[in-house]
């Protein structure tokens, strides 16, 4: 699905669990999902893409993805689950923003996720939950900053189940 520059708003983002399928732009292009029901995506985004997630259900992306433009969470929950999943690690970089009083869960479920900054907006309760699920509960390692950006982040990162306390890397 090639965006071609335009921004477009999705109620749902699904690839029926099937992973494949790429949604790409050469120009300068937002996707944004805003949907209510829970939602897999397991293609690439690619190119010059932003994509900005709301509403209030969990989103899940697992594919290999390369875009540029960053990630905006807005609201609901955002699934991490490949290492590359948020894009360009030195481009892009995870944005929880929102109402005051908000709840923004972001769950990097891969081994070595990498985003290239994390910010969040303050009064915005931000929650990023580190927990490898797919090699029996291993140790995630959270990179940040690649992007060689400065940002301010006034949230929590912690375990994805407090019971595991060797599931933090």
């Known amino acids: 699905f090639d965006l071609a520059g335009n921004n ?14 790429t949604i790409n732009s050469a120009a300068p292009a937002t996707l944004t999902v805003d949907g209510v029901t829970a939602q ?3 293609g690439a985004i690619t190119g010059d893409i932003g994509l900005a997630i ?12 390369t875009f540029t433009g960053g990630t905006l969470l807005s609201g609901g929950s955002l699934s ?19 109402t005051a009083g908000q709840i923004d869960n972001a769950y990097f479920t891969s081994a070595n996720p990498a985003i290239g900054s994390l910010a969040s907006t303050a009064g ?10 797919s ?14 950006n400065s940002t301010t982040y006034n949230g929590n990162i912690g375990d994805q189940s407090s019971a595991n306390a060797a599931a933090i890397g």
Do not use: F, K
């Not at 709301?54 to 993805?65: F, N, Q």
């Not at 991490?80 to 929102?98: E, F, H, V």
């Not at 090699?135 to 060689?148: D, F, N, P, Q």
């Open 54 to 65: 709301g509403g209030p259900a969990m989103v899940s992306l697992s594919g290999s993805s």
């Open 80 to 98: 991490i689950a490949n290492n590359y999943a948020l894009g360009n690690p030195a481009a892009g970089g995870l944005q929880m923003s929102g």
């Open 40 to 42: 897999s995506y397991g």
């Open 124 to 133: 915005v309760s931000a929650n990023v939950i580190l927990g490898n699920t």
């Open 8 to 21: 477009q708003e999705v109620a749902s983002l699904s690839d029926g669990g099937v992973a494949g399928g």
């Open 135 to 148: 090699s029996g509960g291993s140790a995630t390692t959270l990179t940040i900053g690649a992007a060689g």
